[in-house]
């Protein structure tokens, strides 16, 4: 069983910055790939950004240059830094694990609002 508790969000003007953070339960962590996903209202789920077990990274479009994911295997924790942030960046911000074995698990979500 793994858990993740996602904190960092809250209301920001555009762009300014925020430091979302995953920390997760269990002994897997170093094994899975994690990602940074977004809801937005009346939106699908949407990937962000996504880091494999090796450190290799993927961003959507839309936040490349902006957004950086990264991982502490030590700490059991996953980042993603946003800066240069936009309103259409307003949404629920997902944790998610992916391990080869055991699937995927989800966190609570925080929620991002960026408005003047």
């Known amino acids: 069983q793994v858990q993740l508790v996602e904190s960092g969000g809250g209301l920001v003007q555009p762009g300014g910055s925020l430091m979302l953070s995953c920390v997760a339960s269990?002994?897997?962590?170093?094994?899975?790939?994690m990602g940074w996903y977004r809801q937005a209202p009346g939106k699908q789920r949407e990937l962000v950004a996504s880091i494999t077990r090796g450190g290799i990274t993927k961003y959507a479009d839309s936040v490349q240059g902006r957004f950086t994911i990264s991982r502490d295997n030590a700490k059991n924790t996953v980042y993603l830094q946003m800066n240069s942030l936009k309103p259409g960046d307003t949404a629920v911000y997902y944790c998610?694990?992916?391990?080869?074995?055991?699937?995927?698990?989800w966190g609570q979500g925080t929620q991002v609002t960026v408005s003047s």
């Open positions: 998610n694990s992916n391990h080869a074995v055991f699937g995927d698990y």
């Open positions: 269990g002994n897997i962590f170093d094994l899975s790939a």
